[in-house]
């Protein structure tokens, strides 16, 4: 019994830590869609926002300037996506993929001329790493059944930028339907005719929404790189930045259930590694290839079954031009 | 002005000097001016494309001019955006709604305007606000209610308490009454009427001579972009006013001798239409329409008409009744086949000229052929044949007088009424043995409202049955021999062409046991 509660509590331990660059994400191309930008470029801006991070608490020997250095890459990177469709109209699948390729490219250039260790950047000490937190009384409560093992294991134990991407929620919550700014953003995702004859710039305010994006996935970056793992490792964000958004979707562009499907492919993915080389009743071992594509099978029967009708914002997609 | 010598004494509220504004090679406002005095109701005609919503969105900063003086109250003011107009006190109720359909009225009240961040304050100040404006001018709204889920006579009104609340003095209306029902237009000009004894300065867009000589002190003609008279409406009559927007005499009823039906054509039973929300849009509705007679369908916008129309002409699948045309039954197990009911004398004039009309983009010869192209007369062997098609098209140009006649034009390079035109040539020259028509003289001008009024008449006249499908109430009782009236996706009464007034079709309309707009969708 104790022991398969540990190992419960341990695999949704892993669900968090797995989930957290899924749900900065999430709520990153929640801000940036709802302000009518499709974000596509979630990986490419995490990717290179986790070469940043890694490169620079490489150099600079903290992990704080590394975040510094992660976040700055992400909202350039959305600079350019909002530059490409929101200055000049152009099309913001093309220009997300852009960034997707360039990305995935400029990294290991980047790293193969600074590091010359075949795309990675050198691996991170532990102080130039986000750390662990211990919650004060970890200790005291090691020996309280159940709850002792809940706060040790769940709640105490994981880095800052977990508790950020957690924070994020609510922050995103209240910030898009508890304030002006969240009313406007809002708005010119449904009607950007109707903000912009309110005496309201339509671009001024995605500008800020795709920003917001890159923010929020400058901080995931920095979290594969610099929390979860020591070191950038070639396309490490592997499709995580598309999962997101596909968890946004199923969410249906709202933060809270957003976070729910974030945490459900967490989970998926966490029960996988758990899976793997256990023996079910009745079926025997299961091959880790499949264990594997466990994760992505149910993101698409999910997306595809069970989402139901989901309503995007009105003007996604669709540039703004004055209509004559 | 002419109208500026009544109020000497104060500065017009408005004051457009020598407005001037191109966009590419079209030049919307030649050097305009206009004139309007404080507190009162000043209408601006003309004719689709005449320049008038391009002048009053430059008023409201949503265009820039390329020069010309805007003066508020004597006072020469920039607008460089929307944002300096509503500071100006100028503010517009645009013909397609600027409302976020997913907000509440409240929300949508408080986007534009200025103070905190934080939302519930701004919120409860609107609430207050809103429920005294309601109060002042007769405008009642829930203020709670999803602006999505509302009318359109309760969306305008949101509209126009949008621009008091941000404080206008000087409201511009474009086009406010297209998509009203009588009643709701009454309604309307009762609010106006409260707006200008309270000092608010209104200006009227419409292309509805009548609307003008009801509610306005002062109007002005627009034509091709200039303007080309200023008349105080008392001093004026909807002759001389329609004889100024054309640039020449406008006969404005039609000669029609009494319908010869014969045989029924077109047979309707039962039918229903369900939208892919799962909403009946058509609702169990029956009629006929014999050769040589036009039968019209009149209604507020979105109560049935458009998905009966495509049910017929055989682009919506429908779930029950039938339909019987020129020996052939359409039931939901048969649906109709467009293609084919083209070849068994059915033509369709589709209301969205532009989605199912024409393809905007090719120009005219391919769009005189489309659906017809595999008609043998257009093909050699495999090829189309490009000479004979661009001969056709050059006649069916010059018989129905489109304008230029050049068939190498791109189709939206027309203007409304020619691209009307085209679709009009394409199917009344096959010699349709029935005739759908859907808005057909919707963003067409005068001058050629007339022509295709006429043209129709002629069909009738020559043994086509024709079903008209329209939500202007005088195109309507102009041409149909029967009136038929939907809403919520019933036909709810019959009236015949000759003693059709608007007062009765109005309440039908309306469904006036229901009240004002509840019901309709």
Known sequence: ?324 | MSQAADVALLPPAIELVGIDKRFGAVHANRAVSLAVAAGTIHGIVGENGAGKSTLMNILHGFYQADAGEIRVDGTAIAVRSPEDAIRAGIDMVHQHFMLVSTFTVLENLVLGVKGGWRLAPALGRARRELLRLADEFGLEIDPDAVVGDLPVGPRQRVEILKALYRGARILILDEPTSVLTPAETARLFAVLRALKARGVTVVLITHKLREIMEITDTVSVMRQGAMVAHRVTAETDRESLAELMVGRKVPLGLDKQAARPGDVALAVRGLSVVDDLGVTRVDDVGFEVRAGEIVGIAGVSGNGQSELLAALAGMEPFPQGEVRFAGTVMTPALPGDPGDLRTRGLAHVPEDRLGDGVVGAFPAWENVILGYHDDPAYRRVVLIDRPAILADCAAKMAKYDVRPADPHLATHGFSGGNQQKLVIARELERAPSVLLVGQPTRGVDIGAIEFIHKTLLAMRDAGCAVLLVSVELEEIMALADRILVMFEGRIVGEVAGETADERTLGLLMANAAEGDGDGSR
């Open chain 1, 1 to 324: 019994m104790d022991e398969h509660f540990l190992l419960a509590v341990l695999t949704l331990d892993a669900t968090l830590r797995v989930a957290t660059p899924l749900i900065l994400c999430a709520m990153a191309g929640l801000i940036s869609e709802r302000s009518g930008i499709i974000d596509i470029s979630l990986e490419g801006k995490m990717l290179g926002a986790a070469f940043a991070a890694a490169a620079v608490a490489h150099v600079s020997g903290s992990e704080w300037v590394g975040l510094l250095a992660a976040v700055l890459t992400g909202a350039m990177l959305s600079l350019v996506h909002g530059f490409a469709c929101i200055t000049h109209n152009g099309s913001q699948v093309v220009s997300g993929v852009a960034v997707n390729i360039l990305m995935s490219g400029l990294t290991v250039t980047l790293g193969i001329a600074w590091f010359a260790q075949g795309g990675q950047t050198p691996g991170l000490g532990e102080a130039e790493r986000f750390r662990p937190l211990l919650w004060p009384g970890t200790e005291a409560l090691r020996e309280v059944p159940v709850l002792g093992t809940l706060y040790r294991e769940l709640l105490s134990g994981h880095n800052l930028l977990v508790y950020v991407a957690l924070a994020a929620v609510p922050l995103v919550w209240w910030g898009l339907y508890r304030t002006r700014f969240g009313l406007r953003l809002r708005a010119v995702g449904e009607n950007p005719e109707a903000v912009d004859t309110a005496g309201i710039s339509v671009a001024w305010l995605r500008y800020r929404a795709v920003l917001l994006a890159g923010l929020l996935a400058g901080i995931a970056g920095a979290y594969l790189s610099t929390a979860q793992n020591g070191a950038f490792v070639r396309d490490m964000t592997a499709g995580q930045g598309y999962i997101a958004l596909a968890a946004m979707i199923f969410g249906k562009w709202r933060p809270v259930p957003a976070l729910g499907a974030c945490l459900l492919f967490g989970f998926l993915d966490a029960l996988a590694v758990r899976l793997q080389g256990v023996a079910l009743p009745g079926v025997g071992e299961i091959p880790v290839q499949f264990i594997q594509a466990l994760p992505y099978v149910l993101t698409v029967v999910l997306l595809a079954g069970f989402m139901g009708r989901a309503v995007a914002p009105k003007a996604i997609g669709i540039p703004y031009v004055k209509e004559r």
